[in-house]
């Protein structure tokens, strides 16, 4: 099998990211935070370790504000749920996955905010800071943003819209689901009041990882009451973090194993593993090149692009085409709509949807240029 569905979830992890978490399961998964014996005492520390990674990597100062999640629209939603309040505005743009707006139509349902989508301007899904800037009105509290699309791999501009939300005092939610370990994600140079993210996609964790980093002083309200290891008197859910989104035991396996992936990350080095994607993406487009028959929605020029390729042959629809890659050519995509409804919406696809095709650093130009012929023969082109 080709396995070109990273953006779904990375495949495959770094070997040590296996190990640690088979090692860890078998030698020392007690319960961290909990008990004070020496196994809880380990894996807490372990669970610390992985929460230190995560600073380094998107420039955070204190680890502690990073509470882990399951994935990455569980940390979305206590980001989204968790701070909005009766009457706020959130601007976002159409470009979002569904766990950015299905909280927000939820929550609008309930009659308890609005919201204004902005629309990109183009047909990769770029997506204008202006257009941001002039959805704002005076009760805006939260704007959400996707460091990337996962329809098309457009690289959307976070920092540009950072610096907006900053200089009006609104809440900065980005999604980095695509985002990150694949682009520079630094919460300060970009104004990043929260930042939720997956640990199964780029940074190369195990599923069921995930997190979100809030901003010193924003108010945020837990989504889930319980146990912590810490008040237990207290009849009220501690208020700061990580505590207060972190109820019930955490996933320390898989936490362990997402302290591997990033270790792995930082050892081959982020700019190594974008010059891959870069590399990987152009061997497509050339092999890819005088096709008519196969239209593509995705930034050619890879500086712009997270490291999708999103196609479609006009005629046929997207999930015939991933069925005939996978069944005749075994090769592994993602085709339909990447729970991103609005995004096919404003690109004219939700008819068809799209293919969508990403690589990982384990992929080879040959894989690109397998998928390119693939698809050329089943274009007839
Ligand atoms: C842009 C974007 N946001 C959110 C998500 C949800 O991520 P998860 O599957 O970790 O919940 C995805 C998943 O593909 C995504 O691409």
Redesign the pocket.
Known sequence: MVYLDN??TSWPKPESVYSIVNRFMKNSCANPGRSAHQMARISSNVVMKTREALAGLFNIRNPLDISFAA????A?NMAIQGVLKQGDHVVTTAM??N??LRPLYHLREKGLIDYSIVMPYDSCGNVSPSSIAAAIRPNTRLIVL?SA??VTGTILPCKEVGGIAAEKGILFLV?A??GAGVLDLDIEAMNISLLAF?G??GLMGPQGT?GLYVAPGVEIRPILYGGTGSRSFETIHPDFMPDVLEAGTLNAPGIAGLGAGIQWLMEVGPEKIREKKKLLLEAFFEAMDNVPSVRIYSERDTGKNSGIISFIIPGMDSSDIGNILDKKYGIAVRSGF???PLAHEALGTMKTGLVRISPGYFNTIQDMEYAAMAIRQIAGG
């Open positions: 953006a779904a994935n990455a629209t569980h979305l979002e996955h766990s950015v996707s699309s996962n999604d689901a695509q997956p199964h996609k995930g990447h729970c991103a």
